[in-house]
Nanobody, 124 residues
Framework: QVQLEESGGGLVQAGGSLRLSCAAS????????MGWFRQAPGKVREVVAA????????YYADSVKGRITISRDNAKNTLTLQMNSLKREDTANYYC?????????????????WGQGTQVTVSS
């Protein structure tokens, strides 16, 4: 069983930055592929970024490339999402996910464990 807890969300002006963190309560964190997903009201859940268990190999949604960086610290069981140059369209609930399917998968179905989410709101 993997428990994930996100933090770091909040209200930010367009052009600003936020750093999301996900704490995992599992000893084998380093064996899980990790991802950040987001879901806005009335929209389907979509991938933001994914990172392989090794830390080598990433996937970024086209809409966030160049603005967002995913990283992990396997020693601290932590996944991070650094978001810069935020836009109003980045407003959503952001979820951390863990799985042992294909590495850097953009598909939510490849992740078995999910956090409760943290809200990010970008104002103009």
């Amino acid at each position: 069983q993997v428990q994930l807890e996100e933090s770091g969300g909040g209200l930010v002006q367009a052009g600003g930055s936020l750093r999301l963190s996900c704490a995992a309560s599992v000893r084998t964190f380093s064996s899980y592929n990790m991802g950040w997903f987001r879901q806005a009201p009335g929209k389907v859940r979509e991938v933001v970024a994914a990172l392989a268990w090794s830390g080598i190999g990433t996937y970024y949604a086209d809409s966030v490339k160049g603005r967002i960086t995913i990283s992990r610290d396997n020693a601290k069981n932590t996944l991070t999402l650094q978001m810069n140059s935020l836009k109003r369209e980045d407003t959503a609930n952001y979820y951390c996910a863990a799985g042992r399917g294909p590495s850097t998968s953009p598909r939510p179905t490849d992740y078995r464990y999910w956090g409760q989410g943290t809200q990010v709101t970008v104002s103009s």
